[in-house]
């Protein structure tokens, strides 16, 4: 019993870099993914399983066809890991400091669709002219995205995301409403036009994956008793500005993201005939971000972004 104990004092225990790439392994399953994820070469991502293989004498994590999974072993300890994890991080969260300027750290962030063309062009732009060595990286919202915010493998989770819940802190950055996109100098597409011309008009109806807000179409069946001749339907708002400005279809689209895409083709927005279905957008984020110098700053940048 004696000689077994030795042996096991002898393996040590894994050191917080050596958690921190388990841990990564666990959640992305790839030595180069998690190498990019950590800014280390995967040489000592390797080196580091070796040493977490010997400390727990199991592999851990085994390649496969999507990557490496982890084994029963990985299974079992990786909430245990994860909360030392955390508990390391917090620990240091309150004396840090974070100066933009100098900063190397990578953000994950996750945010819709609309949120990558309305707020991405000018948070790119802050980044690059205040902090030129942060990193942001965006993250599709999916049904997992509360998971993600709580395991911390989030910063940062941007828009209208009703399923967020009540463990979250949240900021309220704007009110965003829908308005009428179509081609300069539609023949059809008139401002105060009688709602019922308005419907007949060839729609293209936009349906991504994922979305939280009622559809518009749907608010108008309920409030005008009608429904809008859709003539197209896409799950994606990619390109449809080029669709709009080569046609007659017009589109219902949050009034932000019919600015941005004027930038990219002849296009005109008017009001809506009818009065407009409206949803907030926050940003959400974790409490155990609260105190972290770096995720405060660019909570603050992503609302100068938003609200100016």
């Known amino acids: 019993m004696r000689g077994k104990r030795k042996d096991e004092d002898a393996r040590g225990f894994p050191d917080y870099r050596q958690i921190s790439i388990f841990v990564a392994l666990f959640e992305v399953s790839g030595i180069a993914r998690v190498a990019a994820r950590l800014g280390m070469n995967p040489s000592t991502v390797s080196m580091a399983l070796a040493r977490l293989r010997d400390i727990y004498q199991d592999d851990l994590f085994v390649r496969s066809a999507v990557g490496m999974i982890p084994t029963i072993k990985a299974e079992s300890i990786y909430p245990g890991l994860k909360q030392a994890q955390q508990l390391l991080q917090a620990s ?4 840090d400091a974070f100066d933009p300027a100098s900063a190397t750290r990578h953000f994950r962030v996750a945010m819709s669709e609309i949120g990558v063309y309305v707020l991405m062009p000018h948070l790119r732009a802050l980044l690059a002219s205040e902090a030129p060595g942060v990193s942001l990286e965006q993250i599709e919202i999916t049904a997992d995205t509360p998971w ?18 009540n463990a979250v802190i949240r900021q309220r950055l704007y009110r965003e409403y829908y308005v009428c996109l179509g081609r300069a100098g539609h023949p059809a597409l008139q401002a105060g036009m009688p709602v019922a011309e308005f419907l007949r008009l060839p729609h293209l109806s936009v349906a991504s994956r994922g979305r939280n807000r009622q559809r518009w179409e749907d608010y108008a069946a309920e409030k005008l008793g009608a429904r809008p001749n859709i003539r197209l339907q896409q799950s994606s708002f990619a390109g449809i500005e080029h669709l709009l400005a080569d046609s007659d279809l017009v589109a219902v689209v949050p009034a932000r993201l019919s600015r941005a895409l004027m930038r990219f083709a002849p296009l005109m927005a008017i009001d809506l005939p009818f009065e407009s279905p409206s949803y907030i957008v926050h940003q959400h984020w974790h409490p155990r971000h609260k105190k972290d110098a770096g995720a405060t700053w660019l909570r603050k940048a992503l609302a100068r972004v938003a609200q100016g």
Do not use: I
């Open 148 to 165: 993600h915010l709580e395991s911390g493998t989030l910063d940062l989770v941007l828009g209208h995301v009703p399923t967020m819940g």
């Open 92 to 95: 240091t969260l309150a004396r």
